[in-house]
């Protein structure tokens, strides 16, 4: 409509020329390099200078980052934390400079007037979203999971498990057998997979894996494969973010579930970021993006193609 034109030609003017500073933790998956490229597109409509920073999964390296656009002077800075902890010295050196900082996708442990806001989705609903789509899938079936978490310290990993755990609570034929961390990776989510097949009789015995992430799970789905088990039937496979590949595993009966993160974070920080820098208008300290639950019911080859076509 013509009132959304006018809206987004008044936001692009509004940031135009600005000069964002945005601290990426690297290209461990399939959704990380999503947002990184929806991040870009954003800025560049709307005419923001971005200075793009990879960390390489290293909070070293942000932290560096982030002190060298303090030292530049920047606008604005976001940053998508590796971890939860050890922000507080930094975070207070922007304050120190009045440079509005943006939390993206991950949460830290600081106080909340260290930051402007936070653009991520509830994790803890993720995990339980997860949790209860496999309660309602099971029944009263005697299920063993394993699971394949996030980075250790990240608070996805945290809040995921926490989430899925709540979901299971109470369910006494769901255990969860084995745990350990695949780092958000394809490549430790199977090596992790098969370590879990060949201590689980062969696999035999398990029932689902839980991954933090698609990638997680597509590196899974392989190791499944490689043992002679079937994915999505002898092992069913639950995992987060909804990134092509996971369509095409549930297009072709290997993937059961996914909740959807989405990787355009950007889009609502540089609207909040715009009203504060017009007006000081505050905006809310935490902003939720959604959580929806995609199985093999939701056309999953629809939903590959609709993805690929947006450029993830
Ligand atoms: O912080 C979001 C998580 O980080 C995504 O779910 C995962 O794919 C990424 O590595």
């Avoid at 936070?118 to 993720?126: F, L, P, R």
Wanted: charged share 25%; net charge negative.
């Amino acid at each position: 409509s013509l009132a959304t034109a006018l809206t987004s030609v008044s936001l692009a003017q509004d940031l135009q020329g600005k000069v964002i500073g945005f601290s990426q933790i690297g290209s461990e998956s399939g959704w990380r390099a999503a947002e990184t490229s929806v991040t870009k597109q954003q800025a560049a409509d709307r005419g923001i200078d971005l200075k793009f920073a990879d960390a390489q999964q290293k909070q070293e390296n942000q932290i560096k980052a982030i002190r060298g656009f303090i030292a530049q002077g920047v606008d604005a800075i976001m940053v998508a934390p590796v971890v939860a902890t050890g922000w507080d010295d930094v975070l207070t050196e922007a304050k120190e400079a009045e440079i509005p900082v943006i939390l993206l996708d991950r949460g830290v442990d600081a106080p909340e007037d260290l930051y402007l806001t936070s653009v991520a989705s509830d994790q803890v609903k993720e995990g339980r979203v997860a949790g209860e789509w496999l309660v309602a899938e099971i029944g009263d079936a005697d299920c063993k999971v394993v699971e394949l978490q996030g980075t250790v310290g990240s608070t996805p990993a945290i809040n995921r498990k926490q989430g899925f755990e709540e979901a299971i609570a109470g369910h006494d034929n769901i255990t969860i057998a084995r745990s350990q961390t695949g780092d958000f990776t394809r490549s430790k989510g199977k090596e992790v997979m098969e370590g879990f097949i060949k201590a689980e009789n062969g696999g035999a015995y398990i029932c689902a894996v839980y991954a933090h992430n698609d990638d997680m799970a597509v590196g899974a789905i392989q190791a499944i494969k490689d043992a002679g088990l079937k994915p999505g039937t002898d092992i069913k496979v639950v995992s987060i973010d909804a990134v092509p590949d996971i369509f095409a595993a549930m297009a072709a009966g290997e993937a059961n579930a996914t909740v959807e993160l989405t990787p355009n974070m950007a889009g609502p920080a540089f609207d909040a970021l715009s009203a504060y820098l017009a007006d000081g208008t505050a905006p809310e300290k935490f902003i939720i993006t959604e959580s929806k639950l995609y199985t093999p019911a939701d056309n999953p080859q629809g939903e590959y193609d609709t993805r690929k076509g947006l450029g993830y």
